[in-house]
């Protein structure tokens, strides 16, 4: 299903970026979860757009839950959040000169000529406000079962955060973090990064990397349904996302299997790896460690600089010089729909296993 996502607990997304309103539906999520509106404002906040590096369209995402809560509680059945678009400019669109690098072609061939294009009309960035949304029940649901999702910038505009170090005390820290870099001076350095590439007219691009700590051994369903195939089918879904490596990733390959394998221990209690390498995944299926994975996240198609395209309805060769609002780079506001959507998967399959 293109606009739904997930088996016991699954997602539909709807609306277009410059229409009446966007909005989610969760079907599966237990009854009796508390609702806690201050968390999902707080998320919503931490996607909106601030400061230089980011598009100058805010949005005051004023949502309103339209089923599945009643008196502050989870009812179980499905659960639907809409969030109305107030501030659209929808002149600076215009129609038949695709961007380069967006989805405003495919789109057009898709859809046959039907597609709302305006600011990229559902294969806008805008939809995601709707996941972070129905995402901040789900982390909330997951929390109070011990299991944490978090996200930091580990690389913008090749500016690198420090890596994980302690990582669950690391999430905790990027719970408050408004910009998810662990060293705040990298922080620093990367805005300005991302500042000099909006003052030309370009954007930036980077790397996430999102750690879930908690979740039991166990979790995963082989072949199809593994728990990284899983994960990435659904962190691939977000726009601007061109790539997702689990543990050492790639970085396995020049290496030995001696160098590569984690060590399984144990202290009379519990069984754990000494290194993880595999970011907490084996056979497809959680072994218990921190899940740990990356996404690469490209440079915000949408530039000032004039760029090649063809005239659809020409058909001949053009040069586009957009208007329009956006965000120079897309990854620190990404990274807390990273997190949103890593919770929705890592809830369906402990629900699907029976871990829920
Ligand atoms: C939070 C967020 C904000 C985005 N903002 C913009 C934007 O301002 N301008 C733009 O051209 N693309 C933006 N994008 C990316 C496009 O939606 C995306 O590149 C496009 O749909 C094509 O999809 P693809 O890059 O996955 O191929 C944003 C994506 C996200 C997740």
């Given at each position: 299903m293109k606009n739904t996502f997930g088996t016991s607990l699954s997602v539909t997304i709807f609306g277009e970026s410059h229409g009446p309103y966007i909005g989610a539906t969760l079907d599966g999520i237990e009854p009796?979860?508390?609702?806690d509106e201050d968390f999902i404002k707080y998320q919503l906040s931490r996607r909106r757009p601030s400061g230089r590096i980011s598009t100058s369209r805010v949005e005051a995402d004023e949502y309103s839950i339209i089923s599945g809560v009643f008196e502050g509680k989870t009812t179980g059945t499905p659960l639907t959040v809409i969030i109305p678009?107030?501030?659209?400019?929808?002149?600076d669109y215009e129609r038949g000169l695709p961007r380069p690098g967006h989805a405003d072609y495919t789109g057009h061939i898709k859809y046959r000529g039907f597609e709302d294009y305006r600011g990229g009309g559902h294969f806008s960035g805008r939809i995601t406000a709707a996941l972070v949304a129905v995402g901040a029940i789900v982390i909330s649901a997951l929390k109070a079962r011990g299991v944490t999702v978090g996200t930091h910038i580990k690389q913008l505009a090749g500016v690198a955060d420090r890596d994980f170090g302690d990582i669950v005390a690391d999430v905790e820290t990027l719970s408050h973090l408004d910009f998810a870099a662990l060293d705040s001076e990298a922080g620093e350095r990367m805005r300005a990064a991302a500042e000099a590439a909006a003052r030309d007219g370009d954007s930036v691009g980077g790397v996430l990397e999102t750690a879930i700590c908690g979740?039991?051994?166990?979790?995963g369903e082989p072949w199809f349904d593994s728990l990284e195939g899983v994960l990435a089918h659904a962190i691939f879904s977000i726009p601007a996302v061109k790539g997702v490596e689990f543990g050492l990733g790639f970085g396995m390959c020049g290496l030995r299997g001696s160098e590569v394998n984690d060590p399984i221990r144990t202290d009379g209690a519990r069984v754990y790896t000494e290194t993880n390498n595999n970011g907490g995944i084996n056979g497809g299926i959680s072994n218990g460690m921190p899940i740990l994975f990356r996404t690469a996240i490209k440079p915000?198609?949408?530039?000032?600089k004039p760029q090649m395209t063809a005239?659809?309805?020409?058909l001949e060769n053009a040069t586009l010089e957009l208007k329009g609002r956006h965000d120079p780079a897309i990854v620190h506001r990404a990274r807390v729909v990273v997190d949103s959507v890593a919770a929705i998967v890592v809830y369906d399959m402990m629900k699907t296993g029976g871990a829920i």
């Open positions: 009796g979860l508390d609702v678009n107030a501030n659209t400019n929808s002149g979740v039991p051994a166990g979790v915000t198609p949408s530039i000032y005239d659809l309805e020409k």
